[in-house]
């Protein structure tokens, strides 16, 4: 799926570029793009190094174990095939929780570290789950109480009332959300 | 709301520590142990990385998607959907940041507080970068096989855009 994507988006760009003899652009785009990936993982790595030690503290204390115990019977519904107060329950809600707070960078380690730990208990190493979809569906809809970066690019441009947007995008991401996780549990039936 | 951002961090990070402290557990050496994972992270992730900027870049500065929303325009009139938010509302599973850019041309266009702003805001803001969120995850832990996890995110970021289109008019 990835595969066809991504032949499509660059034999398309590409081919589109040089009619329109905007070669250039694209030279420069298909050079910089090694750059640009490593300004990202640059700007990911710290905090990374930062989040995973500071989870490795609270999974060694017993208190992610604690968090995990306390949140299966919520999370239990929206993901079935995961074992009662298995690790991954913890790390999941406090991926869910940094996001909802507006802590985006928090979210990515606490992410990653529950994809691993759903990998886990994968049969099939190299095949996602449904789990693992059940939780990236979770991230994908952006669920936020502050879209921070949203509203600092609105006082950037002198909005009169920049957090006007808050209460209208909570809504959206949270009826999206539901909407996701129904598409998400129709898929999965489907594509057994 | 603010304060409690601020406040989330330190308090989290404390209550960890002190925690593990109390467990008698050795922190530090325990942070380290933690800490060491995030090299291995970072190299597995880079090559997907790498590949989807690649193609995205190559994508999304070709100039394509303009051209396709023009052969569109007179489809869109007809359902009373402004043309305006569509480049950002087909953007945005895709880049971030140049969907970002594209607000930021909104804001400089027609106001940072015209309807349409406000409209393309709640977009950006309600979803997120579903391609870059599946290649990070899904690339970082080696998952080849993404089945239906696209096609899921994508149609949830469809609605997304629908369900914009059907609540900001109450607000605004």
Known sequence: MINKLWIFFIISGSIFLIINGKADVLNSQILSSGKTTLDLIMQI??????????????????????????ISPLLSKIFPEIPKGHESLGLISSNIIANLFGLGNAATPFGLKAMESLQKLNPKKNEATRSMITFLVINTCGVTLVPTTIISLRMMHDSTDPTSIVMPCVIVTFLSLIIGLIIDRIFSRRYK | MKLLSNLFIPVLVLTIIIYGAKKKLNVYDSFLEGAKEGLPMVVNMFPPLLAMILGINIFTNSGLVNEMFQFLKPLFYMINVPLEILPIAVMRPLSGSFGLALLNDLYTLYGVDNYLSILASIIQGSSDTTLYIITLYFGTIGIQKIRYALWAGLLADLFTVILSLIIVPLFF
Do not use: V
């Open chain 1, 45 to 70: 790595f710290p905090l990374l190094a930062l989040w995973l030690g500071i989870m490795n503290i609270a999974k060694e204390s017993g208190l992610l174990d604690k968090i995990s115990k306390f």
